[in-house]
């Protein structure tokens, strides 16, 4: 009951806008958003994270790292044993309901990664899972924590 409470509070407060055109200061993640409740974290690695696809390699922001805002975003995709499929990448903001992030980051994409030099970002804490396959199918996901201030 707890749960409804706090999922209509943010839908009446407007807290759940997941367009990244919608607002004309172009956040990669709205203040709104950033104030939603966390995904629940029960310390239970959970099902899916893998890494028999490309390699996703997370250069900025490090894990637990605190960063200014605007945030460097730097990701590298690395293939294995066939090309990666950019249509399978998708990128979500953790949260208690998850906020998919992929069409905002979409400009800044290519075959070798994701590279945002000004991610405009509020100050807070973050839980992001990178998701990825090549073309045969085989799929990587990864996980990064970081703080914004």
Same mark, same amino acid.
């Given at each position: 009951?707890?749960?409804?409470?706090?999922?209509?509070?943010?839908?009446?407060?407007?807290?759940?806008?997941?367009?990244?055109?919608?607002?004309?200061?172009?956040?990669?993640?709205?203040?709104?958003?950033?104030?939603?409740?966390?995904?629940?974290?029960?310390?239970?690695?959970?099902?899916?994270?893998?890494?028999?696809?490309?390699?996703?390699?997370?250069?900025?922001?490090?894990?637990?790292?605190?960063?200014?805002?605007?945030?460097?975003?730097?990701?590298?995709?690395?293939?294995?044993?066939?090309?990666?499929?950019?249509?399978?990448?998708?990128?979500?903001?953790?949260?208690?309901?998850?906020?998919?992030?992929?069409?905002?980051?979409?400009? @800044?994409?290519?075959?070798?990664?994701?590279?945002?030099?000004?991610?405009?970002?509020?100050?807070?804490? @973050?839980?992001?899972?990178?998701?990825?396959?090549?073309?045969?199918?085989?799929?990587?996901?990864?996980?990064?924590?970081?703080?914004?201030?």
């Amino acid at each position: 009951m707890k749960v409804l409470l706090i999922v209509l509070l943010q839908l009446a407060l407007g807290g759940l806008s997941q367009s990244f055109g919608a607002s004309s200061d172009n956040w990669l993640i709205t203040p709104d958003e950033a104030a939603l409740a966390p995904a629940v974290d029960d310390g239970i690695r959970p099902r899916g994270l893998n890494d028999a696809g490309p390699g996703i390699e997370i250069v900025r922001p490090q894990e637990g790292e605190i960063v200014p805002t605007p945030a460097e975003i730097l990701i590298r995709f690395l293939p294995k044993t066939a090309t990666i499929d950019l249509s399978s990448l998708k990128v979500t903001l953790l949260k208690f309901i998850p906020i998919d992030l992929t069409d905002r980051l979409k400009p @800044y994409v290519n075959p070798d990664g994701i590279a945002v030099k000004d991610a405009k970002v509020p100050t807070g804490t @973050y839980r992001v899972r990178i998701t990825l396959a090549d073309g045969q199918g085989k799929t990587s996901t990864r996980e990064i924590s970081f703080e914004v201030q």
